[in-house]
């Protein structure tokens, strides 16, 4: 049998699983086999011996744990992700916390709660009515009384055993457990924050930046070295940054459909206009990298395979852009079909098989749910 030698970042958690899911049932514990701290100097150093390409903790470890909790990202960390990615929105009092939407209904206990019944309420979200509980209506104190759940437990069954114990982060204690965990790795554990429908909560009268900068510039992370990376779907927001922020910018595109801000100003480009030759060279003007959707970079066939790779990649890199696509998730719900194990959604497929495909066309990193097999093929491909 072939001896498999697994990356350091790999190392804890492959070490003690068990102790890695005990110290996730209560967001503070820690294993006890762990590596001693690192000084900051030798947190660099380290860094500097890794490889370049990104592992991104999608919304933490979200295919183990209900996404954006503390919990998810510290497995993600301690799986070997480089980076860890808080999707950001904001409180009444402007307080920045990690939910994957303004409308809190589907990853919080908060419908549970009959103080809060009179909150739900029908709004537009970049043009579409969505209803339910909104983190805008709430203060910090009271969004602090909820509880993280499960987003997609039809999918994801197991995730729901850790239902109701988590509360829902703020980016400053991501940001300090990024620092806690570098420290006891060993490795720097970045953040990719993402502003959410930045256009939205500017009409709520609650822009994301302002806050997002202060942050970044109170922890001493706004600096051309510092391991972050700030990400958004629109345009003029990440524009705005460039004038404030030293740390890359990453421009999101979607397969289909464009900005909100270009919907706003009736501006007709799309994400197309975007991803073409053309378009990646703006994007160059003010971003580094590009976020794309995976089947940007290879679309699915007619039976909804994987087909053939695009320009996509080379002409980003031609424009001086890294490329980092999401989600890859191990479900064969979120699988093409011929790395499908089975015609059950919720059960596991070849991931391995999808992410080699893509690093083969060229992507420098990937945003992917299970860190632990993205960090497993990367180590097999070496």
């Not at 996730?24 to 590596?35: E, G, I, W």
């Not at 256009?199 to 706004?222: H, K, S």
């Not at 979607?254 to 007709?268: E, K, L, R, W």
Request: glycine fraction near 6%.
């Amino acid at each position: 049998m072939k001896r498999t030698v697994l990356p350091r970042r790999f190392v804890p958690v492959a070490a003690s699983a068990l102790a890695v899911a005990a110290a996730f049932l209560v967001p503070s514990a820690v294993p006890s086999a762990v590596p001693a701290p690192a000084t900051d100097a030798a947190v660099q150093s380290a860094d500097k011996h890794r490889d370049d390409f990104v592992i991104v903790g999608h919304r933490g470890a979200s295919g183990y744990r209900p996404e954006h909790t503390l919990a998810s990202y510290e497995l993600a960390a301690r799986m070997g992700a480089d980076y860890i990615e808080p999707d950001l929105v904001t409180t009444k009092d402007r307080v920045l916390v990690a939910r994957h939407e303004p409308e809190i209904g589907g990853t919080t206990d908060v419908a549970a709660h009959p103080e809060f019944a009179a909150r739900k309420k029908t709004k537009q979200l970049d043009g579409v009515a969505v209803t339910g509980w909104f983190a805008e209506d709430f203060t910090f104190a009271e969004l602090r009384t909820l509880r993280a759940k499960e987003r997609i437990p039809a999918v994801r069954q197991h995730n729901t055993v850790f239902d109701g114990h988590y509360q829902v982060p703020t980016l400053q204690e991501v940001i300090d457990l990024s620092r806690r965990l570098s420290r006891e790795l060993g490795r720097p554990i970045g953040i990719y924050p993402e502003t959410k429908h930045p256009t939205y909560f500017q009409q709520q009268g609650l822009a994301l930046e302002p806050q997002l900068v202060t942050t970044l510039n109170r922890n001493g992370l706004n600096r051309s070295d510092a391991k972050v990376f700030v990400q958004s779907f629109e345009v003029s927001n990440l524009k705005a940054l460039r004038k404030q922020l030293r740390v890359p910018l990453v421009q999101l595109t979607g397969s289909s459909g464009a900005p909100y801000d270009f919907v706003v100003a009736g501006d007709p480009r799309t994400y197309a206009d975007i991803v073409s030759p053309a378009g990646l060279r703006e994007v160059a003007t003010y971003a580094k990298g590009l976020g794309p959707s995976k089947d940007q970079v290879i679309p699915l066939d007619a039976t909804g395979s994987l087909g053939q790779p695009t320009a996509l990649v080379a002409n980003a890199h031609r424009a001086g852009l890294v490329v980092h696509p999401y989600t890859f998730r191990v479900e064969n719900n979120f699988l093409p079909a011929n790395f499908d194990s089975s015609t059950v959604a919720a059960d596991s497929g070849n991931l391995f098989g999808e992410i080699a495909a893509y690093r083969q066309a060229g992507i420098d990193g990937l945003f992917t749910d299970n860190t632990d097999i993205a960090v497993a093929e990367e180590t097999e491909a070496r």
